[in-house]
């Protein structure tokens, strides 16, 4: 692992590029141990067409070249063609509790407000209550009773609103917001 002072490089990539691949094998084995089961074929469930420009994106956070988190989104149609869904959010094992997590979030949702969406929408399982945790503390509003045994709903929905008119600036894909303790991410060609 590098220095926390070391910038983080956010790239775009093909959902079946190479660099993407040991983020979802370990993605896969996560949620295999976590639900029972090969969860590797879900994760092929979508094709990844539905990840690639103009309505997705797959974008990793490399750590000195090497990939540390990721996440994607496509277009989500239900409701409303303006909604991304996010999926494949992901931190490495051996680079959580950095707030890796949140960076991808703020990067993904800059991404897919720059190209239009108004609204971001993605489930989570109930077996990850570190993720319900993130969503909660970004600013997610949950569609679902957070009273509730999280087993006895199934998979948990959040929806977020992009609201770019409440922001003070212009939102830039180079620009970390203020609350996040990274250096400003450099974004290279898509793959």
């Known amino acids: 692992m590098t220095s926390a002072a070391a910038p983080l490089t956010v790239v775009r990539v093909a959902a079946d590029d190479p660099l993407a691949r040991p983020l ?3 993605l896969g084995d ?15 469930r979508y094709p990844a067409a539905e990840f690639a420009a103009p309505g997705g994106v797959l974008l990793l956070l ?5 990939p540390v988190a990721g996440g994607a989104f496509r277009r989500h149609e239900t409701p409303s063609p303006r909604t991304a869904e ?7 094992s051996a680079h959580r509790r950095r707030g890796l997590a949140r960076r991808v979030l703020a990067e993904l949702e800059r991404e897919a407000e720059r190209r239009g969406y108004r609204r971001v929408y993605l489930t989570t399982g109930p077996r990850q209550p570190e993720a319900r945790g993130l969503y909660l503390a970004t600013g997610y509003t949950p569609l679902f009773d957070t ?19 409440q ?8 620009h970390t917001p203020p609350q996040l303790t990274y250096p400003p991410a450099h974004f290279e060609t898509e793959a």
């Open 62 to 66: 490399l750590d000195a070249g090497e």
């Open 147 to 165: 009273a509730a045994d999280p087993e006895s709903i199934g998979p948990l929905p959040f929806e977020k609103h992009l609201a770019p008119e």
């Open 30 to 44: 996560e949620y295999s141990r976590r639900y029972g089961g090969d969860a590797h074929a879900e994760l092929l």
């Open 167 to 174: 922001r003070t600036a212009t939102p830039h894909l180079n």
């Open 86 to 92: 996010l999926k494949r959010i992901w931190t490495h």
């Open 24 to 26: 979802m094998r370990e």
